[in-house]
């Protein structure tokens, strides 16, 4: 069953001529009318209640200059542009597409992307300060994902007022993580490929890593404030689970019960290999993944001590159960985020997500194991499924630099007039120069038979 919430394409043209037969029945004669989505006839009459012009936009600009630099500052949204900004804005300069962020009245803060279609968009007042609330405009993506609070899609003429017909677009509300409420939206607009299938997903998967982002930030608060005397009280439920960040980094850090702790690079990957396994792992068994060598059983016993002490301040839930080693309650890595982005389809946001191998220096074989196959997957994810400009974001990873396949599948996707290609060339040349003088040097290197 197709979702309601998504654009159903089937053909174009007869697509466009019954939304646009259906827009003119309700909004125009106040007829009833088939082959609309019912969310959005609904968001129609809720624009006709609210006596809207459909020839007319009454949105106005909220703010002057200096107040919305003011209001913008102070809001939380401000705090996850960046991640925005990676995930979504800087792939849209070229593509005919904008990215707006707006507050949770849709009153709209930062628009970026597409110079030219924001030019354009100019015209119907999508502009920084505007307010694009159901109440001012009538149904739209931003304002009606408000008003429902879901993500949606709205196509040309499912939009309340004809002036914004030539438009689509997709947005997607922002939640607090701790109190749920919802802080803002985020949208995509421009033509066809603003409601193209995999839009909606992609600014869900989007959505989600800023969400993680405000909670982690929001840890990181409360973790340095001063801790003020208090008489003892049982501990609350904390619905959020802890997650522990290992990609990129030789120790992890374990955001927990409104707590972020650094953990040791052996506490790190003992509760990556936990988390791994949520089953549990026997004593041997998780001798073996964590040390190199054999009959360690009795050092990890020691270490397992120490980490549980670690984890009665960090977060008492977590300290490991034995017989076999195991987690009392689900703990989440940035790597499982990576892996549930990649299977969603979000390629780009998984690529934003993995901010390098995960415990880079660590030996011990199990996580050697659990990072080639993080890797692995994500090489073979974006090889097989990624844009050409998510790819080549990938090929100039460290993990990809020198991979040379990569570069050749960048390569194969660029047009051919595409002004990308004399850098993506210059670089495989410099792979294989390099490549090639290395296998020189070992093939002089190497001892003579005599």
């Known amino acids: 069953m197709a979702s309601p919430w998504i654009v159903t394409h089937t053909d174009d043209v ?8 259906a827009h003119g029945s309700v909004v125009g004669t106040r007829m009833p009318a088939t082959g609309v989505r019912r969310l959005v006839e609904e968001s129609w009459q809720r624009s006709l209640q609210l006596k809207l012009d459909p020839d007319r936009l009454g949105t106005a600009l909220e703010f002057d200059d200096d107040e919305l630099r003011e209001y913008r500052d102070a809001h939380p949204m401000s705090l996850v542009l960046p991640t925005i900004h990676s995930l979504l804005i800087r792939h849209t300069f070229d593509s005919g597409l904008i990215v707006a962020v707006g507050d949770e009245a849709g009153r709209l803060l930062w628009i970026d992307g597409d110079r030219s279609l924001r030019r354009k968009a100019e015209g119907m007042l999508f502009v920084e300060g505007a307010d694009w609330s159901e109440r001012a405009v009538g149904t739209s993506a931003p304002g009606t994902a408000l008003a429902l ?13 004809r002036i914004v017909h030539p438009w689509s677009c997709t947005a997607v509300p922002v939640h607090d993580p701790g109190s749920g409420r919802v802080l803002g939206v985020i949208d995509i607009t421009g033509g066809d490929d603003a409601v193209a299938p995999a839009t909606l997903p992609l600014l869900e998967a989007a959505v989600a890593a800023v969400e993680s982002e405000l909670r982690i930030r929001r840890l ?3 973790s340095s404030r001063p801790r003020r005397s208090a008489p003892p009280r049982r501990p609350s439920v904390v619905a959020a689970e802890p997650l522990l960040a290992v990609l990129g980094s030789d120790t992890g850090r374990l955001a927990s019960g409104g707590k972020a702790v650094e953990l040791s690079m052996r ?4 509760l990556t290999l936990l988390a791994w396994h949520p089953d549990g792992l026997s004593v041997d068994r998780l001798a073996g993944l964590v040390y190199e060598r054999e009959g360690s059983v009795m050092t990890l016993r020691a270490e397992m001590v120490r980490l549980r002490k670690v984890l009665e301040v960090a977060d008492e839930a977590l300290v490991p159960l034995s017989r076999p080693y195991r987690l009392p309650r689900k703990l989440e890595l940035d790597a499982h985020r990576v892996l549930a982005f990649l299977d969603r389809g979000a390629h780009r946001v ?4 993995y901010s390098g191998a995960l415990l880079p220096t660590s030996s011990a074989p199990g996580i050697v194991a659990i990072r080639a196959e993080l890797s692995a997957r994500l090489r073979d994810a974006l090889l097989t499924d990624a844009s050409v400009e998510t790819l080549l974001s ?5 993990e990809a630099v020198y991979d040379a396949e990569v570069w050749r599948a960048c390569l194969m996707m660029l047009p051919p007039k595409s002004p ?13 120069s390099e490549l090639g003088a290395v296998q020189q040097v070992a093939t002089l290197t190497q001892p003579r038979r005599s």
């Open 14 to 21: 007869r697509d466009r001529a019954r939304i646009a037969s």
């Open 220 to 222: 990181d608060e409360l």
């Open 394 to 398: 990938y090929a100039r990873s460290d």
């Open 350 to 353: 998984a690529l934003a997500a």
């Open 149 to 161: 609070d879901h993500g949606i899609q709205i196509q040309g003429a499912e939009h309340f007022n």
């Open 267 to 270: 506490h790190a990957e003992i």
């Open 420 to 432: 990308k290609r004399a850098a993506v060339v210059s670089r495989l040349e410099r792979i294989e």
